[in-house]
């Protein structure tokens, strides 16, 4: 039995042919041919199911056989904001893991303490795309630009927000307790009837006390990830996890 292969195509409904890097792929890598058939994912929850009509070195012909709505795993949209390490590999593990987990948008945030002031996330994007279709998930990650974190947190966001810190001078919840008690209800407003969570993560020196302060006085909930102190990509990973795991629907 041959292996069913996946392409990312966005508006797969609105053209022919598979975009040139994912034509290459399937004609040089994978070698398939006029009659094979594929599964065409947009990114945004829905898969094709398509059939190759003319294969050649740049260009790959497919009529769509069937369309299939996929359905969200998890309640509301989660929302990483991470400030990337020094070591970017580290970050991207994270962001390949947390895209197999399943998770909605991923931002980069420059404080106090970080390490690392760019990031290339036309990078971060190839490696949350090889994840979306390696692990079939039907909506591709928003990945943004770096920004400051006080630019971040004076943006208005729907639904609830939380800064994870390791200070005990300030009080916490428990992420999860949080997390787990959220009314079904209230992850149902919103744009688009799915409010979001919003996770902040820090550096590996942590935000700095003031900006915790800060992003508290700007609706952000104070939490900790639990009694085990984390490195940043560990954290914003654990964070993720939670959130996808205690809003899985059905549960």
């Known amino acids: ?4 292969r996946y392409f990312y195509v966005p508006d797969a409904d609105k053209r022919t042919e598979l975009p040139l890097e994912e034509a290459q792929h399937a004609a040089r890598v994978l070698r398939l041919q006029e009659g094979d058939e594929v599964f065409l994912m947009n990114g945004s929850g829905t898969f094709y199911r398509a059939e190759l009509t003319m294969v050649a070195n740049k260009h790959c012909v497919y ?9 969200r795993t998890w309640r509301g949209r989660i929302h990483l904001a991470i400030a990337p390490t020094k070591d970017i590999g580290r970050i991207e593990w994270m962001a390949e893991k947390a895209t197999e987990m399943g998770f909605d948008e991923l931002s980069f945030l420059s404080c106090r303490f970080s390490e690392r002031k760019v990031v290339r996330e036309d990078r971060i994007e190839k490696i949350v795309l090889s994840a979306v279709k390696q692990s079939r998930k039907a909506w591709m990650p928003v990945v943004n630009a770096m920004q400051p974190f006080q630019r971040f947190i004076e943006q208005p966001r729907e639904g609830r927000k939380y800064i994870c ?3 005990d001078e ?5 992420l999860w307790a949080e997390l787990s008690t959220l009314p079904p209800c209230l992850l149902e407003r919103g744009v688009g009837g799915e409010a979001p969570i919003t996770l902040l993560v820090g550096p590996e020196g942590d935000f700095s006390i003031d900006e915790v302060r800060q992003a508290i006085d700007r609706g952000y909930e104070s939490v900790t990830l639990g009694q085990s102190r984390l490195r940043t990509e560990t954290a914003g990973l654990t964070a993720v996890f939670m959130a996808n795991l205690s809003l899985r629907k059905g549960e």
């Open 1 to 4: 039995m041959k292996e069913v």
């Open 63 to 71: 009529k769509i056989l069937e369309t299939l709505p996929q359905e």
């Open 165 to 167: 810190h390791c200070y």
């Open 170 to 174: 300030i009080p916490k919840k428990d």
